[in-house]
């Protein structure tokens, strides 16, 4: 059983920035790769960023290419998802989600998610 817990979320204005942090609570933390995914009021749930076991992959939705940047720490049980030059259209509630095989971008895939921390850009 894997347990993960989000922080870091928050208001930021627009152009403004934040790092958002999932810690795990499991022995193996380096045999998952990890997913962070949003969801907005009244839309689906959808791919963020992911990042392989060894956090030497890493993967992202077009629209946060250049300004989201996904890592972790194996030691810490930690990923990060670093978000700069945020937009109104980010706001969201952010969710971690880890998975024993690959860092999928579809979100059945993944086996455990954290409970979500809410981001709101205002502009």
């Known amino acids: 059983q894997v347990q993960l817990v989000e922080s870091g979320g928050g208001l930021v204005q627009a152009v403004g920035s934040l790092r958002l942090s999932c810690a795990a609570s499991?022995?193996?933390?380096?045999?998952?790769?990890m997913g962070w995914f949003r969801q907005a009021p009244g839309k689906e749930r959808e791919f963020v960023a992911a990042?392989?076991?060894?956090?030497?992959?890493?993967y992202y939705t077009d629209s946060v290419k250049g300004r989201f940047t996904i890592s972790r720490d194996n030691a810490k049980n930690t990923v990060y998802l670093h978000m700069n030059s945020l937009k109104p259209e980010d706001t969201a509630v952010y969710y971690c989600a880890a998975d024993r095989l690959a860092p999928y971008g579809d979100p059945r895939q993944y086996d455990y998610w954290g409970q979500g921390t809410q981001v709101t850009v205002s502009s």
């Open positions: 990042i392989n076991q060894s956090g030497g992959s890493t």
């Open positions: 499991v022995r193996t933390f380096s045999n998952y790769a």
